[in-house]
């Protein structure tokens, strides 16, 4: 791997060229506390959040926006259609000091997101793409803060947008691409297509640019990462699905790419001690938060725990707990309910053969791609979609 661009971000020089991808629901402070724990050094990057409601200092999104005094680099992704308003919310993120890194999303494969003309939408209108990208870059080159992006394939087969992307971004002055080796018409279906990395690779290479290109898909084992370098040429990984409740795959990926041995699989009672230690820091993550739901109003331990149910199905998949435990933990509550079911389980209990590449969040696809009406007929850097705010329905965006 010593032909490799060597992985920094601004002035950080990464442990290992290993990126955590921003996925909507998931990646927030809490969840990035407990992957620093275990691997320091690397970039972890927030959920994403909309421009719009950056620039109108929406309550929710502000919160979202949050990082822990000991984190650093402090990594954002923004998503947005409109140019103006998307280079206004770099700006401001960057003169209010907020974040070191800013990530530019065109890759989420949400339907209410690119109905509305975002995320993986914006690559198939050239021009479009390119105004949001210089307007990002320059909103942040004044307070030396890097930009990248993340992007698929393209809408299907049939329509690719990943090279024309890549060359646009390294064009306008991004510090590094990133694409998932899925199209959006496949969501999260099939396997990754780590061949399209390569091709990537090498577009950009021949275009004489000399950013870093990041895979990422199918990464479940810390070996998938060298595999994925070895096999594309690519400088860098992003990890998404691989790491939901499975934090320490940061750690074994240092040690991978050291060339040191990886960890064997942790036992049930490790898993159970990182399992409460992230359910705490959920809880001090939403202590401040008061939130509706069905018209019953929770406080931040309830609200955290709700939140939590998801980890905790994703930190017992692969392990022998049983139909009811699992179904106990999918209903837990409060931190001390947690802390008895995780005392009733058997800590000296092993990862099944194959645990570790048991799937786990989205797996859905194929998928319908949805559009704007007429949203292919023309190609301007002009739009007036307007992207929902809502978090809890975008679909997780990592590979």
Same mark, same amino acid.
Request: net charge negative; with cysteine; charged share 25%.
């Given at each position: 791997?010593?032909?490799?661009?060597?992985?920094?971000?601004?002035?950080?020089?990464?442990?290992?060229?290993?990126?955590?991808?921003?996925?909507?629901?998931?990646? &927030?402070?809490?969840?990035? !506390?407990?992957?620093?724990?275990?691997?320091?050094? %690397?970039?972890?990057?927030?959920?994403?959040?909309?421009?719009?409601?950056?620039?109108?200092? &929406?309550? /929710?999104?502000?919160?979202?926006?949050?990082?822990?005094?000991?984190?650093?680099?402090?990594?954002?992704?923004?998503?947005?259609?409109?140019?103006?308003? %998307?280079?206004?919310?770099?700006?401001?993120?960057?003169?209010?000091?907020?974040?070191?890194?800013?990530?530019?999303?065109?890759?989420?494969?949400?339907?209410?997101?690119?109905?509305?003309?975002?995320?993986?939408?914006?690559?198939?209108?050239?021009?479009?793409?390119?105004?949001?990208?210089?307007?990002?870059?320059?909103?942040?080159?004044? @307070?030396?803060?890097?930009?990248?992006?993340?992007?698929?394939?393209?809408?299907?087969?049939?329509?690719?947008?990943?090279?024309?992307?890549?060359?646009?971004?390294?064009?306008?002055?991004?510090?590094?691409?990133?694409?998932?080796?899925?199209?959006?018409?496949?969501?999260?279906?099939?396997?990754?297509?780590?061949?399209?990395?390569?091709?990537?690779?090498?577009?950009?290479?021949?275009?004489?640019?000399?950013?870093?290109?990041?895979?990422?898909?199918?990464?479940?084992?810390?070996?998938?990462?060298?595999?994925?370098?070895?096999?594309?040429?690519?400088?860098?990984?992003?990890?998404?699905?691989?790491?939901?409740?499975?934090?320490?795959? @940061?750690?074994?990926?240092?040690?991978?790419?050291?060339?040191?041995?990886?960890?064997?699989?942790?036992?049930?009672?490790?898993?159970?001690?990182?399992?409460?230690?992230?359910?705490?820091?959920?809880?001090?993550?939403?202590? *401040?938060?008061?939130?509706?739901? /069905?018209?019953?109003?929770?406080?931040?331990? &309830? @609200?955290?725990?709700?939140?939590?149910? /998801?980890?905790?199905?994703?930190?017992?998949?692969?392990?022998?707990?049983?139909?009811?435990?699992?179904?106990?933990?999918?209903?837990?509550?409060?931190? !001390?309910? %947690?802390?008895?079911?995780?005392? !009733?389980?058997?800590?000296?209990?092993?990862?099944?053969?194959?645990?570790?590449?048991?799937?786990?969040?989205?797996?859905?696809?194929?998928? /319908?791609?949805?559009?704007?009406?007429?949203? %292919?007929?023309?190609?301007?850097?002009?739009?007036?979609?307007?992207?929902?705010?809502?978090?809890?329905?975008?679909?997780? *965006?990592?590979?």
């Amino acid at each position: 791997m010593a032909d490799r661009i060597p992985m920094k971000i601004g002035e950080h020089e990464l442990a290992a060229p290993v990126v955590l991808a921003p996925m909507a629901g998931v990646t &927030n402070a809490a969840f990035r !506390s407990i992957c620093r724990q275990h691997a320091p050094g %690397l970039v972890y990057v927030n959920e994403m959040v909309m421009s719009a409601a950056i620039v109108h200092r &929406n309550d /929710k999104t502000m919160r979202m926006m949050s990082f822990t005094h000991d984190e650093n680099p402090r990594s954002l992704q923004i998503y947005g259609s409109d140019p103006a308003q %998307l280079g206004q919310a770099v700006h401001m993120v960057c003169e209010e000091g907020l974040v070191d890194h800013v990530d530019l999303n065109f890759g989420c494969p949400a339907a209410k997101v690119t109905r509305k003309g975002g995320g993986a939408a914006v690559p198939a209108r050239p021009a479009l793409l390119r105004a949001i990208v210089r307007s990002a870059v320059q909103a942040a080159m004044p @307070f030396g803060i890097p930009v990248t992006a993340k992007f698929r394939m393209g809408l299907d087969d049939s329509f690719r947008t990943d090279r024309d992307t890549a060359l646009i971004c390294a064009d306008e002055g991004v510090a590094w691409v990133a694409m998932h080796a899925r199209t959006v018409e496949q969501h999260y279906s099939g396997d990754a297509r780590w061949g399209a990395i390569t091709q990537l690779k090498e577009v950009v290479v021949d275009a004489g640019h000399h950013i870093p290109v990041l895979g990422n898909g199918d990464i479940w084992e810390a070996q998938d990462a060298i595999d994925m370098m070895n096999q594309t040429g690519c400088d860098g990984v992003v990890i998404g699905r691989g790491c939901l409740g499975r934090p320490w795959l @940061f750690s074994d990926l240092v040690e991978a790419f050291a060339g040191r041995e990886v960890p064997a699989a942790r036992t049930l009672g490790e898993v159970a001690d990182v399992m409460l230690t992230h359910a705490r820091a959920l809880v001090d993550h939403y202590s *401040s938060d008061v939130v509706m739901k /069905k018209g019953k109003r929770l406080d931040g331990e &309830n @609200f955290a725990m709700r939140d939590f149910r /998801k980890h905790a199905s994703w930190y017992l998949t692969g392990y022998p707990v049983g139909p009811e435990a699992r179904r106990r933990f999918s209903l837990v509550s409060t931190i !001390s309910e %947690l802390e008895e079911l995780l005392a !009733s389980l058997d800590r000296s209990a092993q990862l099944v053969e194959g645990g570790a590449r048991i799937r786990r969040g989205h797996t859905n696809g194929p998928i /319908k791609v949805a559009l704007p009406e007429g949203f %292919l007929t023309v190609d301007d850097a002009d739009t007036d979609m307007t992207i929902p705010d809502d978090a809890q329905e975008m679909a997780v *965006s990592g590979g």
